[in-house]
């Protein structure tokens, strides 16, 4: 009596987990027998009879996409091994696609050779529906996180076009520096195409070309960018370049987040900003401190968050865009207060070019 009890209550806890079992016999690696549950026309569509009828509507079932990875699991299965529980499309009798977890419980002789194996069949087609929707909503989400920092980070190089257009056009400039300016505006505008074409590789990702670059050299290009902000705002730039190995970026990137670290320190309302670059065994080092207000404690471990800001107007994107280019070059973005309230440091920390 009890044992019935128990095999009543085995019984009734594997209808409530699995929508219908099936059960395999093999012999020498062959199938000999399959059997399958009532259960299964409502997840299939088709009835035990149909599956009895045709030894193959198991496998012509399973989407064309999912049977290499549900043959893969029956090769693991023959060699011995305990498979884990696989989710998978099949196609209903209707026409519709299904997902399902197929838990598979096995039975080994003493040899480790399959014998037979069970089979516990779930539809989890609602479950998939949610998660791909919550997918989607996330890449939405990213795509606006995107076009925000885009927004952000175009009005950059729009700032040193302006300046360099009003030097050229409201002051009196010789011809080598008409043309210096004129050149810069260019190069501006190549960023800026640079930018687009970066959102565009979002949806269509393509291979990034990386150079080897001397990380010092790229502060100078940014520092002659600047130039005018930098004096507009009274910040004095001192420098300390020591030898460093070279990196491979994508050096427009590395531009933008060098340029980021500039603005920061003019908006922050810095009067000296001290850029240095060290090499640190096979890393190039590269540290921009400012004078600027220290950074409130509690804000530290948010600084590098999308939309995260302390600044009045600022769209909490600066900084988030650098974290993210950097971490892609496989380095390290990170910010501490000098002591005694002196100030700001933010350090990049970038591998050596084997």
């Excluded at 150079?211 to 420098?239: F, I, P």
């Excluded at 531009?255 to 001290?274: D, K, P, R, T």
């Amino acid at each position: 009596m009890t044992h019935h009890w128990n095999e009543q209550r085995y019984q009734q806890l594997l209808h409530a987990a699995t929508d219908y079992v099936y059960s395999v016999t093999m012999q020498d690696g062959q199938t000999v027998q399959a059997t399958h549950g009532d259960g299964c026309i409502a997840v299939t569509g088709y009835t035990p009879e149909e599956y009895n009828r045709d030894s193959e509507l198991w496998y012509t079932m399973v989407h064309p996409e999912d049977r290499p990875q549900v043959l893969r699991q029956l090769a693991r299965l023959q060699a011995g091994e305990l498979v884990p529980p696989l989710e998978h499309r099949i196609i209903h009798k209707d026409g519709s696609v299904r997902w399902i977890k197929n838990i598979v419980v096995p039975e080994f002789n003493l040899q480790r050779r399959l014998v037979s194996y069970d089979g516990l069949v779930t539809d989890i087609t609602a479950r998939k529906s949610t998660e791909l929707q919550a997918i989607r909503t996330e890449r939405l989400a990213a795509l606006g996180q995107m076009a925000a920092a885009l927004a952000h980070e175009i009005n950059n190089p729009l700032q040193a076009i302006q300046a360099n257009l009003d030097l050229v056009l409201d002051f009196p400039v010789d011809p080598t520096e008409f043309r210096e300016s004129l050149l810069k505006v260019r190069h501006e505008i190549d960023r800026l195409r640079h930018m687009s074409q970066r959102v565009l590789s979002y949806a269509r990702p393509q291979p990034t070309t990386r150079h080897l670059v001397a990380a010092n050299d790229m502060v100078n290009q940014v520092l002659n960018l600047v130039r005018l902000q930098l004096e507009q705002s009274q910040v004095q730039v001192l420098t300390d370049f020591r030898p460093a190995p070279r990196v491979r970026v994508t050096p427009t990137q590395l531009l933008q987040v060098f340029l980021n670290m500039a603005i920061n320190a003019i908006e922050a309302g810095a009067s000296q900003l001290h850029i240095s670059v060290t090499g640190d065994n096979d890393q190039a080092v590269v540290c921009f401190a400012n004078n600027g207000p220290p950074i409130p404690p509690a804000t530290l471990p948010y600084l590098f968050e999308p939309f995260f800001t302390t600044k009045n107007g600022g769209s909490g994107l600066g900084l988030w865009v650098s974290h993210m280019v950097v971490q892609q070059h496989g380095g390290s973005l990170t910010a501490e207060n000098l002591a005694n309230n002196q100030g700001v440091v933010f350090t990049i920390r970038l591998p050596g070019a084997v």
